[in-house]
């Protein structure tokens, strides 16, 4: 049961413009989200979070936008840079760390 | 601080054997995560170990198994190995709560 999903397996920008990253869940009980960065050959590294009782956060060119009523988050990148290619995973997780993850979406910033 | 290890990275089995997976956490972590990964499917939920108990569990059938040590080192075990269970195994450790530090993985194939 895919109770994250991320619709975009793959996204193209030019670097310095801002990279948009979605991803939609359907479990309501969802109460923290994550994002998470991946390089080939290596685990996927914590990105940021939010917790349901925000709307936003932000660390540095990162900033998570989440939308309850929607059951939506996206991820912000900015400026974007060639060193922001990788794979990002979307999770979800309700308790503990029962997570869910999304499919993930391939960044690719040209120069 | 040393991160997540596992081992083997990488390993080759038959259809029919049976594989065990290693996993040391971060020390000090007493949750440890067990995740597939396959292309297209992302990162989906095997199960979760909190001091030596499995917490949660997701939607993988009984030849999936695992275990805690009291030192937090885990193990993963796959029975009567399917070609499918072919896939990227990720293990991850957090203090009991998000977020999960991962390893990069185990790299399996079944023949």
């Known amino acids: 049961d895919q109770q994250v999903k991320q619709n975009s397996p793959s996204l193209s920008v030019q670097e310095g413009r801002i990279s948009i990253l979605n991803c939609d869940y359907t479990n309501s009980m969802f109460d923290y989200f994550l994002w998470y960065k991946k390089y080939p050959a290596e685990g996927p590294t914590f990105l940021i979070s939010?917790?349901?009782?925000?709307d936003k956060n932000e660390d540095g060119r990162f900033t998570v936008f989440l939308n309850k009523s929607a059951k939506h988050l996206s991820l912000h990148i900015v400026p974007s840079q060639p060193g922001d290619s990788a794979v990002y995973f979307c999770?979800?997780?309700?308790?503990?760390?029962?997570?869910?993850f999304g499919a993930g979406t391939r960044l690719t910033v040209k120069p | 601080k040393a991160g997540v290890t596992q081992t083997p990275r990488y390993l080759i089995k038959t259809r029919g054997q049976q594989v065990t997976l290693s996993c040391s956490p971060i020390s000090g972590h007493r949750s440890v995560s067990w995740y597939q990964q396959t292309p297209g499917q992302g990162l989906q939920f095997l199960f979760e170990y909190f001091s030596e108990t499995q917490r949660n569990k997701g939607n993988f059938p009984g030849r999936f198994s695992g275990r805690q040590f009291s030192n937090s080192r885990s193990e993963m075990n796959v029975s009567t190995l399917e070609l499918g269970d072919s896939a990227l195994y990720l293990c991850a450790s957090s203090l009991g709560t998000p977020p999960l530090h991962f390893g990069n993985g185990t790299r399996l194939t079944v023949t």
């Open positions: 939010i917790s349901s009782i925000k």
């Open positions: 999770a979800a997780s309700a308790r503990e760390n029962d997570m869910r």
